[in-house]
C-alpha cells in the first residue's frame, strides 16, 4: 500500500505530525537544502517517512526544541543516504548532530556495491524502482514548491526504510555490522563537523613545493577566511576563491606571527602523501574507501606529535583495519620526527 504524502506548513499540522511519528523505532529521513551563497547550508526542506506516512515538512513549521530531542533520541533509528551534508544542515540549525544514524550510502559501499552510489541507483538495483530524477537541483529556496517537486522530496525518504532492511541483511551476511556502527560512530561525532582552516589548508591548498615563509602567509590568509566566513555565514569563494589565492598573495609582506606546528617541519608534506598512499592501498583491499576510516587531521597529528600510541589510527577500531601497514605507517613517522629534529635550524624549505 503506498503510504500518504502529508505536506506540513503550519504549527498546527506539525503538532499532528509528532502524534504520528510517536512510538517509531525507525524513520526514513532526507532534506533538501541550499547553501549557494552560505558557509553553512540553509535547510528548506525536511523529509520524514515512517511506516504509514512520508511527511514533508516546510522549516517554518518546526518545533526546534523537540526536533533537537527528536534528532538526539538514540531509541529511533535515523536512516539517511548520503547523510554528510544532511547532518551538517542539522549541525547548523540545532548545534547537535542526530544520533543513532543509518546511512544508506555507507553500508552500500561495505556490501561490495561500489563506492558513491546514488540513492536512485540503490532503489534500481535493490528494490527494482525507477525514481524520477528531474527536480534533483531544483530551487529548494524558492516559495511555493511546485507540487512535483514535493513528490520528488517525498521520494527522496519514502524507500529508505526498506532500503535499510535489506541493506542490514547483507551487513550481517558479511559480518560487517560493527564496521557499519564503528562508521556511523564518526557521522554522530560533533567533532565532525567543526570545521578548521588546517583541515582546509592541508587539502585543498598547500603543496609540498611551498618555502615555510609563504605556506605560513597562505595559511593565516586561509585561517582569516574561514573565521570570517563561519561568523558571518557566507561562501568561501564569496570571499575569494582558492585558485585566486596566488594573485592576492602577490606583494604581500611575509607574515611576522607564529608559524604553526604543522608548517614548521621539513617534508611534511611528502610525509603525508606517503602515508596516504600506505593506508589508501590497504584500505582499497578491504574494500573500504580511506575516507571513511581517517582524516588528515589523524596523519597529521600522527606525525607532528611523539607518541602514537593516543592517535585514534592505533588506539581504536581503525587499528584492525590498518594493522598490516601499521609498522610501514610507524617508519614513515620515525624518518620523518628525524628530519624534523635536523631541519630545526634555519632550513626554510618545507617541500
Not at 96 to 109: G, L, S
Not at 300 to 319: A, C, G, K, Q, V
Request: aromatic share 12%; hydrophobic share 40%.
Amino acid at each position: 500500500m503506498q503510504r500518504p504524502l502529508i505536506y506540513i506548513q503550519t504549527t498546527d499540522a506539525f503538532r499532528k505530525f509528532k502524534d504520528g511519528v510517536k512510538g517509531c523505532a525507525l524513520v526514513g529521513i532526507d532534506t533538501e537544502f541550499d547553501r549557494t551563497c552560505t558557509y553553512w547550508p540553509d535547510l528548506c526542506l525536511l523529509q520524514i517517512a515512517t511506516s504509514k506516512a512520508v511527511f514533508v515538512i516546510e522549516p517554518s513549521a518546526f518545533d526546534l526544541p523537540w526536533l533537537t530531542n527528536f534528532m538526539a533520541d538514540k531509541t529511533v533509528t535515523k536512516i539517511f543516504h548520503s547523510c554528510r551534508q544532511d547532518l551538517e544542515a542539522f549541525y547548523a540549525l540545532f548545534g547537535t548532530i542526530p544520533q543513532n544514524v543509518f546511512d544508506t550510502q555507507v553500508a552500500a559501499v561495505l556490501v561490495d556495491m561500489g563506492d558513491q552510489i546514488s540513492y536512485a541507483d540503490l532503489c534500481q538495483q535493490l528494490l527494482q524502482v525507477n525514481l524520477c530524477k528531474d527536480f534533483q537541483f531544483s530551487n529548494w529556496a524558492a516559495r511555493p514548491l511546485s507540487s512535483q517537486q514535493i513528490s520528488y522530496a517525498a521520494d527522496d525518504a519514502r524507500y529508505l526504510m526498506v532500503l535499510h532492511q535489506t541493506l542490514t541483511d547483507q551487513l550481517a551476511a558479511t559480518g560487517r555490522q560493527e564496521l557499519m556502527r564503528n562508521i556511523m560512530g564518526i557521522y554522530e561525532d560533533l567533532g565532525t563537523y567543526k570545521k578548521n582552516a588546517r583541515r582546509y589548508f592541508m587539502n585543498k591548498i598547500y603543496q609540498p613545493s611551498m618555502t615555510l615563509d609563504y605556506a605560513c602567509a597562505l595559511y593565516q590568509l586561509t585561517e582569516w577566511r574561514e573565521q570570517y566566513c563561519q561568523t558571518h555565514n557566507i561562501m568561501r569563494r564569496l570571499v575569494f576563491e582558492d585558485k585566486d589565492i596566488d594573485r592576492i598573495m602577490q606583494g604581500r609582506e611575509t607574515s611576522t606571527q607564529e608559524i604553526p606546528v604543522f608548517l614548521k617541519v621539513k617534508h611534511i608534506g611528502h610525509s603525508i602523501k606517503t602515508m596516504n598512499t600506505k593506508i589508501k592501498r590497504t584500505l582499497a583491499s578491504l574494500k573500504i574507501p580511506m575516507h571513511y576510516v581517517t582524516t588528515q587531521d589523524m596523519i597529521i597529528d600522527f606525525l607532528l606529535y611523539p607518541s602514537h600510541e593516543e592517535n585514534p589510527l592505533f588506539n581504536t577500531w581503525r587499528y584492525k583495519l590498518i594493522e598490516s601497514c601499521a609498522d610501514k605507517l610507524l617508519m614513515i613517522k620515525s624518518k620523518f620526527q628525524a628530519e624534523q629534529n635536523q631541519g630545526k635550524n634555519g632550513n626554510k624549505d618545507i617541500g
